[in-house]
Nanobody, 124 residues
Framework: QLQLVESGGGLVQPGGSLRLSCAAS????????IGWFRQAPGKEREGVSC????????NYADSVKGRFTISRDNARKTVYLQMNSLKPEDTAVYYC?????????????????WGQGTQVTVSS
């Protein structure tokens, strides 16, 4: 069973940076693609980024491409989301989740092991 815990959120001014972490625990092998999702008040949850099991490939939502970078360290069982040039519209609760074998777009289909989320607020 894979369990994921998000951390690293906080309050940051526009143009600033944050690095989110998704830490894995449980008696499982690190054989999952990991996606980052976010949900703002009054909006549906949306995909942000996803990284393959090995970290060899990744994809991003158009809204964050060029600003966010996803990476993983399987030895440390942690996936990161480096967020640069943050904008107020990035404000949301950010979640990570796991999918067996590969990423498949950025919708939530077949993603599981959702964490509790971490709040990111971008405001001056």
């Amino acid at each position: 069973q894979l369990q994921l815990v998000e951390s690293g959120g906080g309050l940051v001014q526009p143009g600033g940076s944050l690095r989110l972490s998704c830490a894995a625990s449980g008696l499982t092998l690190w054989s999952y693609a990991i996606g980052w999702f976010r949900q703002a008040p009054g909006k549906e949850r949306e995909g942000v980024s996803c990284i393959s099991t090995s970290g060899a490939s990744s994809n991003y939502a158009d809204s964050v491409k060029g600003r966010f970078t996803i990476s993983r360290d399987n030895a440390r069982k942690t996936v990161y989301l480096q967020m640069n040039s943050l904008k107020p519209e990035d404000t949301a609760v950010y979640y990570c989740a796991a999918r067996l074998y590969s990423c498949s777009g950025l919708d939530t289909t077949n993603f599981g092991s959702w964490g509790q989320g971490t709040q990111v607020t971008v405001s001056s």
